[in-house]
Each structure stands twice: as C-alpha cells, then as structure tokens.
C-alpha cells in the first residue's frame, strides 16, 4: 500500500521551479535599480552636472570612493522611524495594524523629556522645567523605563481593545491615535520640553540611531524566526482560526504584540526626543505611515503572514534612498510626498500581482 | 462502566436559540473501531463533532472519553485528552511549512524558561515530522514549502499526518475527502486503512457511501438532529439503499422511535 505513494501524492512531484524565490531578494534588487535610476538621473538631468549620488570620485575627501556622507544621513534618516517599523511589522504580519505609532512617539517623547530634565542650563534654572526639583537629574534609567512602561500600557490597551472587543484594529488604534495626540498636546499645554541631562542626550547622538535600528532589527529578527512568539504570530496572520483551534492563545498573544509594537514606538520616541534635545507635541507626525509604507516596501503583506525584519530595514532603505534621492534632483518638496505617496501605492500592487500569481502557480 | 468504550456521550443536546441542532444524542465508540457519521446537510453531524471536541460547549448531556466524564473548555483541551480533530475547513496556516504545522500550538521547545520567547526546536520537530509522514504514506516533496504551495490533497494529507504524529486516543475526520479529487482522495483513504491497522478508533464524518462501505465498521445516521440509526455494516446485511432510506427519513430503526 505504501508502495504506490512514493512517487509523491497524486503523482504530483516538487517542482524545483515553483519555490518561492524569497521577497526581501526582490525588495534588494528594487533598492538597487532605484539607487541605479537616481545614478542615471544625475548623469542625464542637464542641471546635475553629472554628479553622482552616493558614490564620490573626489578620493580626497575621505579616502574612499563612496559619498560616505551621504549615506550616514540616508541611513541616519530612516533609523527611528525604521524602529517603529519594525514594531508596525509584527503587528501586520499577526493580520493587523497599528496607526497609534506616530501620535504615541509625540506623547512619550513629551513625557520622557519631563523627567530627562536638567536643573541648570548655562548657570540658570531650566526654563522648560515640567515638574518641580524632585524631577531633575534623574539617572537615565528612569526616563527609560518611563517610557518603556508608558508605550507598553498603551500598546496594551491597543491590544486589549482589539482581542476583546473584536472592534477591527484600523479603528481601535485610530482611536488611540487621537487619544495619544491629545495627551502629547495636553502634558505641557502645548509647551516644548527642553534641555535633557547628558546621559539622556547620549542615546540618540551622532550615529546611534543607528546603532540601536541595526540591534533592535536583528534582535526581533531572530525573535521572530526562531521563538515561539515569532511562530505564534505568523500562524495568527495566516490563519487566526487555524492558530484559536490549534490551542494558541490568539488573545494573549495579540496584546502581546501590540504591546511590543508600542515599546518599540517609545523607544523611537525617547532616542528622537535625545536626538532632538527636545520634546514637541507634534512629533512623530506621519511616522505611522512612514513605517507602515517601510514594511509594505519591505514585502511584509497587509493580509497577514507574510513578511520579514530583513525585508522592513530593506524598505526603509529604500524609503531613505528614494527621499534622498528626491532631494539629490532637486525635486521640489511637494512632488517629493506624490512621488512617495505613487511609489508606495505601486509597491502594494506589485506584491500583489506577485502573490496572485505564485498561488496560481 | 466499561472500559470497552473510548467515547460514550448520553443525551448529547445542543440548542442555538431556538434551534434544536442536536437532541438527545446517545453515542458509543469502541476501542479500535471505525465509526461513519452520516446524514443530509443539517442533520447535526457536524454539531456532534464540534461538541465533543470542545469547539462548542453543549447545552446539556454527558460526554464519556477514555473511561471519565470530560468538559472540555476548547478544542486544545480534546486534543490534550488525545482526541485529534481534522476539521471540515483546514485548520492549516497557509504561510507555514509543513512541520510548523504539524506542531502549531504545541512547538517543541528548548530555553524553555523564555516564556514566550522560548527557542523553537527545528531539528526535533522536523524529524518527527518525517517519522509522520513515513507512519502515514505521506509523501510531500519538499516539507518546508509553505503549504500554500500544495495542492488540496497535499493539504489534506497534511491536516491529517499531524493526527496521525500524536498517537492520538481518537480521531475524528470531518468530510476529509469533501474537496478531492479521486487520487487524493485514495492517498486520504489508505492514511484511514493505516489508522486501522494500528488500531486507532477513528469517527468519520462523510456523505460517501462508498467510501463508508468500504473504511468503516458501522455506521450511525443523524436526521433532524437526533441519532435514527446505528448499523453495523460489516456483519449485518445493510445496504446503501438501507443507509438512504435511514438518511431520508423513510426509515427508522427499530429503537430510534423518537428521531422519526
């Protein structure tokens, strides 16, 4: 009897040809010939002079024959908000969507400054000062977990609301988005706040964002490769029911979700407001859309199930490539957000051509 | 109580508001034996099925698995007491591969004391998974294709390699071979004849009346949400007319008075 099943069910056999040539190669070889088109651009366009984007023949500038510059701010440029993305990216490979991201970044930033605060600036009181003399010089761990603790417990509810209340995620993180934009702007009455110790302002100096973008994208990347949480989120996107019958606490495991995803925002949100040296009640404005536009680049799939860490970060370099190189022609701001808007759109149609036709296959 | 019996439900009842999906089901499953569920659409097959396994709670009655009253409060519940269910749509993560599968919601781990964030145990699982597939006949070219890739049998066969991989007490089958074509659906029926042959009870639901003559050893007909007819097809003359006539409601077994 088990003879006759050894050529394979139904006589169907693996069709090497059929195997899934992997997303983040795609989004790879788009990053590539976008960077080749801004290269031609700059040799074509009459007002370029041929100049070139990231690459610099000059070798007397650095001794090396790229733009070095160049690409720190490229990379330097997508670093926070490719944080949030990475945490948006879990949340749409389980099948949902966080729009809370940006709003959350202004209102943690606003909080976390409030106990980040020095008491001297140039030999006077902190004029920015939010609460009294207990709240200054605070070691660096406590604004930290402040805000840590406080994108948690947003994030939570998030994930609560949507677990519980089975209200779709788009509206309970819109909701939440409004909810965070009212507590950044409400926190001070609208007042900036300023002036943070050094330990604080180290976080997001120079090139850490950077730093702390490669750290946490490879740490969640490994999280969601080879852990139980990684596997339960995938199966969740895939198929929710699948994943309830399966014994899965699809509950549980979704305010966990949003929780991280959130975490992952304050984070974002304290290295900005370091970066800064200053909170602002309208921080983080569109960062929701930015990340969600970096992982939808990034192949992960609005439907669920589908996506990677790896094809996130290739994403938001593409994302930063293609603003800097906007910028690099000397488009106009204006037609930058079209272009990006056009670009993000024809991204997501792309992908779907391309999964209609591997299950056709 | 016997011990003869793996499951036994006394007056299983389930009611939807006002329906009365199943009533008054009284219900026994032998140690080895293969029991086929049949009846029209709405009979209440699948409600049985959904009660036992945990999906729904019933409204009232006893369900007797393995020799003790069990409550179960969901389906991973059933499955931890050993009964595998392969449901009528797919229990399967499409995007997964087939050991993920195999093992979703039950993953073998190491560093357990990660919590949630405990390492995921590839090698274990895929090994296990081939000893699977080998105790079934299964054989998939390439398991760490996401099984959106696969075929309708390929997927059946899957669904149902991972009941077979858990030494399970009880397995059930909910129209398994509903939406396959004639060679998967005889991939799916020597996956049942293997069961068998280990001496594994299996209760298939199934509108096949061939594949009910031939796999199993008694049939029981739901019609209206009650059991009219429990026919032991392997030593008493039944005919399919017989089982239509019951399905129908042109008969009704002597002892089954209630369900006419």
Known sequence: MVDKLSHGIGGLTYDKTKRAWPNEANVFIALILIILAFEALGQILPYMNGQSMLFDFNTSRDGTIMNIARIKIIILQVAIIGIIALGVTQV??????????????????????????TELVNGQLNPKAVFGAWSFDLPVIV??????????????????????????????????????????QWWTKGQPVSFPTDAFAAIGSGMMPVVWFAMLAILLGLIMKFTVYGKHTY???????????????VRRHKILVYMIASMFAAFAAIVLSSKNLTAQAGMGQFYELYAIAMAVIGGVSLK??????????????????????????????????????????????LDQYRQQRATAG | MSNDYILETRNLTKHYGGVHALEGANF????????????????????????????????????????????????????????????QTLALADDLDVPDNLFLGRELTKWNFLGPFRLLDYKAMHQATMAGLEKTGVKIPNVRNPIRNMSGGQRQCVAIARTATFHSKLTIMDEPTAALGVQETAQVENIIRTLKEAGEPLILVSHNMRQVFDLVDRVVVFRRGRIC????????????????????????????????
């Open chain 1, 92 to 117: 749409i490979i389980s099948g949902g969507i966080d729009l809370s991201s940006g709003p959350l970044v202004g209102a943690t930033a606003m909080i976390v400054m409030s106990f980040a605060q």
């Open chain 1, 143 to 184: 604004p930290i977990m402040v805000g840590l603790v406080f994108g948690a417990f947003i994030g939570g509810i998030n994930g609560f609301l949507i677990a519980f209340t089975r209200i779709p995620p788009f509206i309970a993180t819109l909701g939440m988005f409004l909810i965070c934009r009212g507590i950044s």
């Open chain 1, 235 to 249: 199966a969740i996107g895939s198929n929710e029911d699948a994943a309830r019958m399966s014994g899965i606490n």
């Open chain 2, 229 to 260: 007819a429990d026919l032991d097809i392997k030593n008493d003359d039944v005919t399919g007319e017989d089982v239509v006539g019951y399905i129908t409601g042109a008969k009704t077994q002597a002892g089954f008075e209630d369900a006419a």
């Open chain 1, 304 to 349: 669920g199930g589908r996506g990677s860490m790896i094809g996130t970060v290739l994403g938001a370099m593409v994302f930063g490539v293609i603003q800097s190189g906007f910028t690099f022609i000397k488009l106009d701001a204006f037609y930058q957000l079209m272009a990006m808007g056009a670009i993000i759109i024809g991204a997501v149609v």
């Open chain 2, 28 to 87: 026994k499953l032998r140690k080895g034996e293969h029991i086929a569920i049949m009846g029209d659409n709405g009979a209440g097959k699948s409600t049985f099925v959904r009660q036992i396994t945990g999906v729904e709670q019933r409204t009232r009655g006893d369900v007797i698995f393995d020799g003790k009253p069990v409550n179960f409060v969901g389906p991973l519940d059933a499955r931890e007491a050993g009964i595998e269910t392969v449901f």
